[in-house]
């Protein structure tokens, strides 16, 4: 599903967040010390090349809410920007720090020019964030950010599988 918010096309589907072409950006849900472990992190890692991990090096640890960016090496992108998400636990501070990452991602993604991003649900694998709570806070994070967008075009948002999708088509059909 598509859809134009003050002129930001906001996409869902389904797909591999290391296999993006046609995106200046992509974003990882990482780990703290920027390695490449399981689930988004191991797929961006993998895809990139060993040059990611050297580039992540002098750059970590990084705090839950934090993003960061490098290059994309041998991804089909320009940039990776790193987020550190939250451990979900059943209180508001996770909230805010999940909506944290989205909104550093995307001044990040500003302050390179980036002028499109994919997104995965950050914190919805290992880390434990109901997906659907998770996609609500991305989603509530980008619509606060949309008057700072002035580079930022288009926003996908990668699942793997169709269930997910559904709920990511749901929430975003709500979305106004
Ligand atoms: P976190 O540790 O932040 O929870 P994960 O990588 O475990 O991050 O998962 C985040 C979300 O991304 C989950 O919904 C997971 O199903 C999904 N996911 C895992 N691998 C990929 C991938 N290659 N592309 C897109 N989404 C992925």
């Known amino acids: 599903m598509k859809r134009t918010l003050s002129g930001l096309i906001m996409e ?6 290391a296999a993006q072409n046609g995106f200046d950006a992509v974003v990882n849900a990482a780990n703290a010390w920027l390695r490449p472990g399981g689930g988004v992190a191991g797929a961006i890692h993998s895809a990139a090349g060993p040059g990611l991990l050297e580039e992540c090096r002098p750059l970590a640890p990084i705090k839950p809410g934090e ?6 090496h041998h991804l089909p992108n320009k940039f990776v920007i790193h987020c550190l998400g939250p451990v979900y636990e059943k209180d508001e501070f996770s909230g805010k720090v999940l909506a944290n990452c989205y909104c550093n991602a995307l001044k990040l993604a500003e302050e390179h020019k980036v002028k499109s991003i994919a997104f995965p649900l950050i914190s919805t694998g290992v880390f434990g964030y109901p997906f ?11 619509k606060e950010m949309i008057p700072q967008l002035t580079f930022v075009r288009r926003v996908v948002f990668v699942v793997r599988d169709k269930s997910k999708l559904a709920v990511l088509n749901q929430e975003l059909a709500r979305f106004h």
């Open 12 to 17: 869902c589907k389904i797909g591999n967040i």
């Open 67 to 72: 993003a960061v960016i490098t290059g994309a």
């Open 132 to 142: 659907k709570e998770g996609v609500q806070v991305a989603f509530t994070a980008l």
